[in-house]
């Protein structure tokens, strides 16, 4: 069973301020969860998905203290964090925002292999290996919304009910800056800075998120 979700370490800390250093050894999940990794790939394609099986992180420790956040990450198959245990699989999660406030909220396509259909807010991503988690939140918001950021946080790490931990950032975009959602979003809106007033589409795990971060 995945260990318990929650909230691991709460910055917010600056780019310099996270430090990545990768184990050369690549992690041995079980039979069970190679299995399970199989049998995910196999489903995403036939629904179509392009998602290719390679490498990403792994979040084998941390120590959040003395200001800074220090990441043990080793490379893992990509397709682990597809099964019930992700096995601290990292991803990056970029919460982007607008000069106003307002949130960038995307709808997932039903090919994408995490989240599909489902309204997500900002960018994310595999973190690929040898790569520090905070140039992955520049790289997804580069990738999926063609924008760069005028200032970059990285606030928590927060495990989820799957066991992947997300490495989640926070985005403020310059004034007047437009975005343009790449193929894996088949729609995008602006919500409203204030969380109660957002649609009936950002569910509970949105909002949580949002809450976590709009405290800071």
Same mark, same amino acid.
């Given at each position: 069973?995945? /260990?318990?979700?929650?909230?691991?370490?709460?910055?917010?800390?600056? *780019?310099?301020?996270?430090?990545?250093?990768?184990s050369?050894?690549?992690?041995?999940?079980?039979?069970?969860?190679?299995?399970?990794?199989?049998?995910?790939?196999?489903?995403?394609?036939?629904?179509?998905?392009?998602s290719? #099986?390679?490498?990403?992180? &792994?979040?084998?420790?941390?120590?959040?203290?003395?200001?800074?956040?220090?990441?043990?990450?080793?490379?893992? &198959? +990509?397709s682990?964090?597809?099964?019930?245990?992700?096995s601290?699989?990292?991803?990056?999660?970029?919460?982007?925002?607008?000069?106003d406030? &307002? !949130?960038?909220?995307?709808?997932?396509? *039903?090919?994408?292999?995490?989240?599909?259909?489902?309204?997500?807010?900002?960018?994310g991503?595999?973190?690929?290996?040898?790569?520090?988690?905070?140039d992955?939140?520049?790289?997804e918001?580069n990738?999926?919304?063609?924008?760069?950021?005028?200032?970059?946080?990285?606030?928590?790490?927060?495990?989820?009910?799957s066991g992947?931990v997300l490495?989640?950032?926070?985005?403020?975009? /310059?004034?007047?800056?437009?975005?343009?959602?790449?193929?894996?979003? #088949?729609?995008?809106?602006? !919500?409203?800075?204030?969380?109660?007033? +957002?649609?009936?589409?950002?569910?509970a795990?949105?909002?949580?998120?949002?809450?976590?971060?709009?405290?800071?």
């Amino acid at each position: 069973m995945p /260990p318990a979700p929650g909230v691991l370490a709460r910055g917010p800390w600056r *780019p310099d301020q996270v430090a990545a250093h990768w184990s050369d050894e690549e992690f041995v999940p079980g039979e069970a969860a190679s299995a399970a990794a199989d049998a995910a790939i196999v489903e995403l394609r036939e629904r179509g998905s392009p998602s290719h #099986d390679g490498l990403s992180a &792994r979040l084998a420790d941390y120590d959040a203290s003395d200001g800074r956040l220090e990441l043990e990450l080793q490379p893992m &198959r +990509w397709s682990l964090r597809l099964g019930e245990d992700a096995s601290h699989a990292l991803a990056s999660l970029c919460v982007t925002r607008a000069a106003d406030g &307002r !949130w960038l909220a995307g709808r997932r396509a *039903p090919w994408v292999a995490s989240w599909a259909g489902r309204w997500a807010l900002g960018a994310g991503g595999s973190v690929e290996v040898g790569e520090n988690p905070t140039d992955t939140l520049a790289r997804e918001l580069n990738e999926e919304w063609s924008v760069a950021p005028a200032r970059l946080s990285a606030e928590a790490l927060v495990r989820i009910p799957s066991g992947l931990v997300l490495f989640v950032g926070v985005a403020w975009l /310059p004034e007047g800056a437009e975005v343009t959602p790449d193929h894996e979003h #088949d729609a995008h809106a602006w !919500w409203p800075a204030e969380i109660d007033r +957002w649609p009936e589409e950002a569910d509970a795990p949105l909002r949580a998120m949002a809450a976590l971060l709009a405290s800071a």
